[in-house]
């Protein structure tokens, strides 16, 4: 975390966070105390009228995430957009996120790029994103769950062929590991 990101949630009112439990332990290593009000995927669409009160007040709100950043794979985007429609300012800060390392340590052309996020979780679905993907010149990114990526991949050989990829994990973790190579050797492994 940056220390401007520790200064803001400092001296906001309230946090709006995807899990208070996860935010409350991070708060609690910096001695921040502050009011968390639960912001998630299932809820955000029905808080953004609480958000706007309090905005209304000149209550200062910031919002993060469990593991990453704001709307990258993660909520915050109707949040984000309805508080812009309504004329109020957001403000980013940098925060953790797992594709521009990805990127770094991948070894394939950086640019341009397409960063995607996650395919649809039925492989019929997910096969159909794929062939939209296809033909586009760009280095792609995608995050998958571990359970997934073999299925993943293998649509991966199955519609673009046997190019080159880098599986990226664990970024910045104990257990971080690049496999670079084309997708059959990936595959293999």
Request: glycine share 6%; hydrophobic share 40%.
């Amino acid at each position: 975390i940056t220390l401007r990101s520790l200064n803001v949630l400092k001296t906001v009112d309230e946090i709006l966070c995807e899990d208070t439990r996860d935010t409350g332990i991070l708060l609690k290593n910096y001695d921040i105390k502050k009011k968390l009000v639960s912001c998630h995927e299932y809820n955000e669409d029905k808080i953004i009228d609480y958000v706007i009160s309090k905005l209304e007040v000149g209550i200062n709100l910031a919002l993060v995430t469990d593991q990453g950043t704001p709307i990258i794979s993660d909520p915050g985007y109707i949040t984000v957009k309805y508080i812009t429609d309504n004329g109020y300012n957001v403000v980013a800060l940098p925060g953790a996120n797992a594709f521009v390392p990805a990127l770094i340590t991948s070894a394939i052309e950086p640019s341009p790029f397409l960063f995607y996020g996650f395919l649809q979780s039925k492989s019929s679905l997910a096969k159909k994103e794929l062939k939209e993907l296809k033909n586009i010149k760009y280095s792609i990114i995608l995050y998958e769950s571990p359970h997934r990526v073999k299925n993943t991949l293998g649509l991966i050989f199955e519609i673009f062929g046997d190019r080159k990829i880098a599986l990226v994990r664990e970024i910045s973790k104990l257990y971080e590991e690049v496999i670079r190579g084309n997708v059959s050797e990936v595959l293999s492994l």
